[in-house]
């Protein structure tokens, strides 16, 4: 199977293949986006990030506690939310905003898929 170079995919596509290469929690892709989306509305972001799971490049994940074996509390991304879910989690407003909170744990992450590791960045 190819997959097209980093430099054919949309700026909005590569912003979201970073975020899911820093496994950033969701809102991290703001940073990454360009005029007009950047400031536009999440709803606007939807397809293209549903696009990217539907090639099976990204999983849209929970962040959930892990330990390390010496005990040390940390995060990790969860099981990847099924995609069936997506369009009504990706249409919640706060998932597209930093927690107040200071802890990401429930937040939204996105991490690469094996397929979408190997695509050329």
């Not at 199977?1 to 970073?18: G, H, K, N, V, W």
């Not at 069936?84 to 597209?96: I, K, R, S, T």
Request: aromatic residues 6%.
């Amino acid at each position: 199977m190819s997959y097209p170079a980093t430099d054919q995919l949309s700026s909005a596509e590569r912003a979201f293949m970073i975020n899911a290469t820093e496994i950033d929690i969701l809102p991290g892709v703001w940073g990454d986006l360009d005029e007009p989306l950047v400031s536009g509305p999440a709803s606007a972001l939807v397809p293209i990030l549903l696009s990217l799971v539907d090639r099976g490049w990204i999983e849209v994940c929970r962040v959930v506690p892990w330990t390390a074996e010496d005990g040390t509390v940390g995060e990790q991304p969860g099981l990847p939310v099924p995609r069936q879910d997506l369009p009504a989690v990706l249409a919640e407003a706060e998932n597209w905003e930093y927690p107040s909170s200071g802890t990401w744990l429930g937040c939204l992450t996105l991490t690469l898929t094996e397929a979408g590791q190997r695509i050329p960045r």
